[in-house]
């Protein structure tokens, strides 16, 4: 069964700097996902990555994808309050199970000015 | 063209009531899927429609349905509520095809007292 994992749970960075979220999943996926929720929202989707050593940028946020090591990091660049926010990634079990997505705990960003 | 719109946006009810809660996906979208959003737990996918059909079901217990109409609105019963049923409840809805990126509804936030 797919287990996804995200490190860090929680983050507080500050403006101007750079940090990764990492995501780590359990068995193959047949795709990747990251999410944005702010409080009290829904989920806003930032990136979907479909295969080995795909890389998506939007704005200071950039996501990549290495199915062999089963990782996806998203990494943010000069960070900005307006990025404060959870990220969740997700993937979607191969061979199966259409849009059955199996999501990670989320990651919790503070930006701080 | 209008997102996912669920309904109600807000609910309380008692222990041992019953409840329905209604999504209209994406025009075009025929794929519904479900989540519950809590603290403790996360994101836990729920079950997933598609062309009225229930193609896939996550580890809930059978107070929890749902249904697709042929106009691909979905609805989710909860029947026999217990306090632990108090979550978010999140509608996402996605075209078929290699991407299946989930568009995801405000929520429903159910409060069970």
């Known amino acids: 069964e797919l287990k996804v994992e995200q490190n860090p749970l929680f983050l507080s960075m500050q403006e101007g700097k750079n940090y990764t979220i990492y995501c780590n999943y359990s068995?193959?996926?047949?795709?990747l996902y990251w999410y944005r929720q702010d409080p009290g929202k829904s989920l806003e989707s930032l990136f979907v990555?479909?295969?080995?050593?795909a890389v998506k940028q939007e704005g200071r946020l950039m996501a990549s994808l290495d199915t062999k090591a089963r990782l996806s990091t998203l990494h943010i660049t000069a960070a900005v309050h307006d990025l404060s926010a959870t990220y969740f990634c997700?993937?979607?079990?191969?061979?199966?199970?259409?849009?059955?997505?199996?999501f990670g705990p989320g990651t919790s960003l503070s930006v701080i000015p | 063209k209008a997102g996912v719109t669920q309904t109600p946006r807000y609910l309380i009810k008692t222990r041992g009531q019953q409840v329905t809660l209604s999504c209209s996906p994406i025009?075009?979208?025929?794929?519904v899927s479900w989540y519950q959003q809590t603290p403790g737990q996360g994101l836990q996918f729920l079950f997933e429609?598609?062309?009225?059909?229930?193609?896939n079901k996550g580890n809930f217990p059978g107070r929890f349905s749902g249904r697709q109409f042929s106009n691909s609105r979905s609805e989710m019963n909860v029947s026999t509520l217990e306090l632990g049923d108090s979550a978010l409840y999140l509608c996402?809805?996605?075209?078929?095809?290699?991407?299946?990126?989930?568009?995801f509804g405000p929520g429903t936030r159910l409060t069970v007292l």
């Open positions: 068995t193959t996926s047949d795709r």
């Open positions: 990555l479909l295969s080995n050593g």
């Open positions: 429609y598609f062309s009225e059909t229930q193609r």
């Open positions: 025009s075009g979208h025929r794929s």
């Open positions: 996402a809805s996605s075209l078929p095809g290699t991407q299946n990126e989930q568009f």
């Open positions: 997700a993937g979607m079990p191969m061979k199966t199970s259409y849009d059955k997505v199996i």
